[in-house]
């Protein structure tokens, strides 16, 4: 979380892979991939359910705000991101 934090408030943006939440099974599923993403503001847990442990991105390439589980990053920058 640090690292995307620097990168997004100096202006960058930084590539991450992580997996859709499947809400029927309740495990992960698919594996989205962004170029171009930068962090966007966090929501409050009274407003979003569990926000402290997510992460709010925006896609930059389409303008696409995006939600994933900290848990469900795969990769950030080409390298594996293990919790």
Known sequence: MER????????????????????QRHKGGDVVSLK??????KASDERIKHSSHKVFLTDTATG?????WMC????????RVSF
Not at 10 to 15: L, M
Not at 64 to 68: E, I, N, P, S, T
Not at 72 to 79: F, K, S, T
């Open 64 to 68: 696409r705000a995006l939600v994933c």
């Open 4 to 23: 995307m934090r620097e990168i997004s408030q100096g202006g960058g943006t930084f590539a991450i892979k992580f997996r859709k939440w499947d809400r």
């Open 36 to 41: 171009l993403a930068r962090l966007r503001r």
């Open 72 to 79: 469900l990053i795969v990769e950030l920058n080409g390298r």
